[in-house]
DNA sequence: TCATGGTCTTGATCTAAATCAAGTTATTTG
DNA sequence: CAAATAACTTGATTTAGATCAAGACCATGA
């Protein structure tokens, strides 16, 4: 119950439109409680990502493995967030990403079926779906510029200032690659901005 | 008129759905044809990006100015691609992007707040909108995920697989600054391939 | 409680790709 | 058509950041 009084209340609040008790049941129904420890996955490369999942509390990473063996964080996720590879979400394809609690991970999960019907029958949700995905859009454009043209100690003051949280939340390591960086390189930028 | 055939067929397309009379006589108001010849820009740095264009013929490139005076290209649109930068468009906030023709070329423009009126009126354009956004997505998503994890040559064979009309259409250095090379590095990658 | 494995730092070395430079070939445009 | 400008290539040099290596500082759980 309490965990879906956030999850409303954030509907709202991006959407700004309001849920009717029929919404809210409707959502209750087909929005199940699922509970990740620490190093659990939430998907794994190869399986198709079924579930779509709202982050109640905890943290995540989105994640691949080259050939090399090297890990590559695509995004790093916190309460509040979406959790998908919307790839395979979307066209039911394995995924090439693996999901995994970086924290004891808790969401609410739902099919693409589902998302479907709560989009068709509740205003509300479609706004969000709409607002969030121009966010997303908006996100990735700046992401890829930065990628692109910022170097590494730009990259990491560009995160500093406009996600500070995740410094609190994520390990050095795995900020150094969400940044594309080596985690010895971000040590050495982090020495260097003390001056 | 002709102009408005191919858009309508790539709504009809891209959606599923069939366009009435009356969604394409309100599309063919509010739809204008705009027509730069090359290196004009259909955005500058600055400038807040008022319309969105559907290239009916033509090219274009989305980029960027660093410090340093280099440019970045984040973005290679040919026929039947969305231009803008949506950020600027969606928020109406000056843009960081320059959107300049590389061949002449061809859109059919129009503003947010006409586009707003389609997605409420035009359930074919409403679809359509939310089959791009979920491309989108996952383009942004594996070109993350390729400037991240790839070497210069990977995302150069990428390009060619995935993109090869980009090879008929861009000249090498632009292509070179897309994949984030210089076009000295291209053109070695290019003669090493060649066995 | 201590030991085991993960995390962070610091230094030395290496490497992919950028930069600098100069010449060659194409494309525009007056 | 010639002149000018832009695009491409090739070689020499530099550099940002990766990799390798080793020690210090932790958590956390048996």
Not at 129 to 145: D, F, P
Not at 162 to 184: D, K, T, V, W
Request: proline share 3%; aromatic share 14%.
């Amino acid at each position: 119950m309490s965990n879906f009084e956030a999850f409303f209340d954030y509907i709202q609040e991006i959407s700004g439109k309001v849920l009717s008790e029929d919404d809210k049941h409707l959502l209750m129904a087909h929005f199940k409680t699922k509970k990740l420890r620490k190093r659990q996955y939430f998907l794994q490369e190869g399986d198709v990502c079924k579930y779509i999942g709202f982050i109640v509390k905890g943290s995540a990473r989105t994640f691949t493995v080259d050939e090399k063996g090297h890990e590559h964080i695509l995004k790093l996720s916190l309460e509040n967030w979406w959790l998908a590879d919307f790839e395979s979400f979307y066209l039911l394809t394995p995924s090439r990403f693996n999901i995994e609690a970086l924290e004891d991970l808790e969401v609410l999960q739902s099919t693409n079926a589902q998302i479907e019907e709560f989009l068709k029958h509740i205003p509300a949700f479609s706004a969000m779906a709409n607002v969030i995905s121009q966010n997303y859009t908006i996100a990735n454009q700046k992401r890829m510029q930065a990628a692109m043209s910022y170097t590494a100690e730009e990259r990491y003051e560009d995160l500093v200032s406009n996600y500070p949280q995740f410094l609190q939340r994520f390990p050095q390591n795995m900020i150094a690659s969400y940044l594309g960086l080596s985690p010895e390189t971000l040590s050495r930028i982090r020495k260097n901005s003390f001056k």
